[in-house]
Structure formats: structure tokens, C-alpha cells
């Protein structure tokens, strides 16, 4: 394996941890808000990325055709004419104008197998159910259970915050097609209180408008000597509860600072960096989707690696989530070696991030993230309004950043990649 010389190394970290940037970076993308998806908050990101991006490498626009969405008032009006704030799900279908009124079923935990187990009781209901920690290898997705409750016939969905005192939480759910139900996140203790009116009837207010919509991901490629290209990936978007600092501001700074860092070295290593800063991974995934979709197959095959950060800020603890990728485990740990670097390694498939869409395009692919198996610390409150600037440690941005440089410095140093994945390999580490 082909590993650089100790001083480019020195080089490229020293330039991370002397630079005030990548914390006036966070903290510039945290000031334009939560980023949601179609609104002022994420223009105004997209503005400043372009820019920033601009003084790595020569920046371009792709434009993404997208079923947009425009979040309406939501809440749930109780038996005794109290009403509880809601916070519409991504992309929920609206209810009626006067709500949907039905019985509440508290599935608990509500995984599919408490939804199989709950039987006809959750047909014609409104189901409620609970939010997880969401970095835990346990963790049952959101839309898993959204899934579940909606072909079991229920007709509408709940999904309580898991933490009290953060208010409800939001997150992707349907996409507003037919047999999609309308859906909401409260706060812990709003469930509390519906949870004491199980099998009572409540009306579910959802208000939410559609539209047709485009959204821009920002790309730039600083070249090497050779064809291929080493695919630095953070997604832009994020939710309007908070300032999306964790999720996904963190990354986005990082993968500045560890670009920037590297741009005067990669153009003579035999593989280059290609930036790709996707929106809408929030609905789903759909712009790292679609941009992957419309790539011509000859340059899907230059991409031979994806370095995908999202969320790595909030704890001390990093971890790569591998989804088992024959040979990424041993690639890791050699690359980071010299730098005397280390992250946790995680072989489970968790598809909720962009990583997930290079992997089914048979491109090696890993997510770095922070907090991983640690539910207490501040990677509990993504999707909630405590999702803010003051969760992340400068010194946390600077170590995601310097694990982030020297896994691109080996890459594209010419180290041995873990092979493209075949369409079986793919099926086989993306199951379930």
C-alpha cells in the first residue's frame, strides 16, 4: 500500500489544526439556519458553500428536479378539546381540513413486529410509536416503522421524541404517493399523555403543501495525475427545528477543511478528490439518488471511493460505518496509521445516509460519524430542536477533519481500495 511521505502528512494536518476556518465555517452554516430543503435558510447555505467551495477547486451546480414540499401546521386535538403541538413528517400527505379523527393505538417502541403483533387493532387507527438513538446498532429506522403501520392499514402515524424536554422530532417519512398516510413527530411528553388515551379517539391535524421543486448539489474535483476520483461526500440539508448543527453542519465544515487542506497535494497523487456536497439527503436521499442516477456508467466507474461525513461532531468518538465492505476495515486502519489515528469500525448496514447510495452503485463507500453506540451523548438529539452549535467542540471538528484528510491522502496516494462491489456483494451487504 502506498502510504505519503511524513512530512505532507505533518503538512496537511498542521494546516487543519492552525486554522481558525473550519470553526468560522460551522458557525457561518449554523447562522443560516436549519437548511430545510426548498426554504430561505438552505438558499442562503447553498450561497455560502458555492463560495467557500469556490477557493478549494472550481465549484459547479447540478440541478435536481425533486417533488418539493412546503410543511404545514400540525397537531392533536384530545378528547377533551386540548390540543398538542405536532411537527409535520417530511413529505406527509395532509389530512383533512377538519383532521382525521380515530382511535390512538400505543405501539410502544413500535417496530414491525409490534405493529404484526398489534394485528387488526392497528387498521384504521392512528398509530403511535417512539423515536430511537439513532447511531445505535439496534436502531429501526423511522420510515421502517412508518412503513409497517401504514401496510398494516393504519391511518396515521405518530412518533414520539425518545429524550423529554426537546420538543417533538421531525425526519423524512413518505413521499405524498398513493397509500401514504398522514404523519407527525411529538415530544416525549406529549406521548405521555396520548399514551394514557390508548384506544380513545383523537384527531390528527397535518397540514403540508406539494410542488414541483428543484434543489442544486455543489460539486468540484480537484484532479490527480490519474482518471480516478476519491469522492469526499456531506449532504446540506437539514430540518427547521434548530440550527441542523450536528446534522449536518459539522460534516459540511469538515469536508471543507480537509479539501482545503489538501488541495495543493492531490494534484500530483495518482487519484484526485471529487467534492460532492448533495441536498435533500434528508428526503430520503434523493439528491445523492439522483445525482448517481444521472451520472454516465464511464464515470460512475472513475468514483472509486466514498468518504461520506455526516454528523461527525457532538462526541470525542468517531466511527466508520462500513456496511461490511470486503477490505475497507483493513484500508482504514493502514491508512490512518501513520498519523498514530484510529475510529471505531462498524460493519452493519445502515442506510440513512448518502454512503448507502454509492454503496448500490457498487462504489466502496463508508459513513463517518460521532457518537456511535454512545446514547448519551449529544448524537441523542439529532432530529430535535437541541440540535445547535453549542452541542460541538472545536476540537471535535479538527480530529473528524484530520481523520477525514488522512483517509483522502492515502486514497489518493495510491493505496490498494477495497474492490468495486458487484451487484451480489451489493445485495448481500445492503439487506434488510
Known amino acids: 500500500m502506498a502510504v505519503p511521505g511524513s512530512a505532507v502528512l505533518e503538512a496537511v494536518l ?17 447562522d443560516c439556519g436549519g437548511r430545510f430543503a426548498g426554504t430561505a435558510s438552505e438558499a442562503r447555505a447553498q450561497v455560502f458553500l458555492a463560495e467557500r467551495l469556490s477557493t ?47 382511535p390512538l393505538v400505543d405501539l410502544g417502541r413500535g417496530t414491525p413486529a409490534d405493529i404484526a403483533r398489534a394485528g387488526e387493532t392497528v387498521r384504521g387507527a392512528i398509530v403511535l410509536v417512539r423515536h430511537e438513538f439513532m447511531l445505535g446498532r439496534d436502531h429501526v429506522h ?18 414520539a421524541a425518545h429524550l423529554p424536554g ?43 403543501v406539494f410542488a414541483d421543486a428543484q434543489a442544486t448539489n455543489l460539486l468540484a474535483a480537484i484532479p490527480g495525475t ?28 469538515c469536508a471543507l477543511a480537509a479539501a482545503e487542506a489538501l488541495a495543493d497535494v492531490v494534484p500530483s497523487l495518482p487519484r484526485g478528490i471529487e467534492i460532492g456536497l448533495v441536498t435533500i439527503e434528508e428526503w430520503a ?35 466508520a460505518l462500513t456496511s461490511g465492505v470486503p477490505g475497507m476495515d483493513a484500508f482504514l486502519r493502514t491508512a490512518l496509521a501513520p498519523a498514530g489515528l484510529s475510529v471505531g469500525l462498524h460493519p452493519g448496514f445502515m442506510g440513512n445516509s448518502d454512503h448507502a447510495n454509492y454503496l448500490r452503485a457498487g462504489i466502496p463507500a463508508f459513513r463517518l460519524c460521532a457518537g456511535f453506540e454512545r446514547a448519551d451523548s ?12 453549542d452541542k460541538v467542540l472545536p476540537h471535535q471538528l479538527k480530529t473528524a477533519a484530520s481523520v477525514t484528510a488522512a483517509i483522502l491522502l492515502a486514497a489518493c496516494s495510491g493505496a490498494d481500495l477495497p474492490p468495486r462491489l458487484d451487484a451480489a456483494t451489493v445485495a448481500r451487504l445492503t439487506a434488510g
Open 378 to 389: 449529544a448524537l441523542s438529539l439529532l432530529l430535535t430542536r437541541a440540535d445547535t452549535r
Open 285 to 319: 436521499l434523493a439528491g445523492s439518488e439522483a445525482h448517481l442516477a444521472t451520472m454516465p456508467a464511464t464515470e460512475r466507474a472513475r468514483r472509486v471511493l466514498n468518504v461520506n461525513l455526516d454528523s461527525v461532531a457532538g462526541d470525542d468518538a468517531l466511527t
Open 142 to 159: 423511522r420510515r421502517r416503522k412508518y412503513d409497517a403501520a401504514r401496510a398494516a392499514g393504519a391511518a396515521g402515524f405518530l412518533i
Open 56 to 102: 478549494i477547486a472550481p465549484a459547479r451546480r447540478e440541478s435536481v428536479p425533486y417533488r418539493g414540499w412546503t410543511r404545514g401546521p400540525a397537531g392533536v386535538a384530545l378528547p377533551d378539546g386540548q390540543t398538542l403541538t405536532a411537527h409535520a413528517l417530511v413529505r406527509s400527505v395532509a389530512t383533512p381540513q377538519a383532521g382525521l379523527t380515530a
Open 226 to 253: 490519474g482518471a480516478d476520483l476519491v469522492v469526499l461526500s456531506a449532504h446540506i440539508d437539514g430540518h427547521d427545528l434548530a440550527e441542523s448543527a450536528i446534522d449536518n453542519a459539522s460534516g459540511l465544515a
Open 14 to 30: 498542521g494546516r487543519i489544526w492552525a486554522s481558525p476556518r473550519i470553526v468560522e465555517d460551522f458557525h457561518a452554516l449554523c
Open 166 to 208: 426537546v420538543g417533538p422530532v421531525t425526519g423524512s417519512s413518505g413521499d405524498g404517493g398513493a397509500g401514504h398516510i398522514p404523519c407527525a413527530g411529538i415530544g416525549f411528553e406529549e406521548a405521555a399523555r396520548l399514551a394514557a388515551l390508548d384506544g380513545q379517539p383523537v384527531t390528527l391535524h397535518v397540514g403540508g
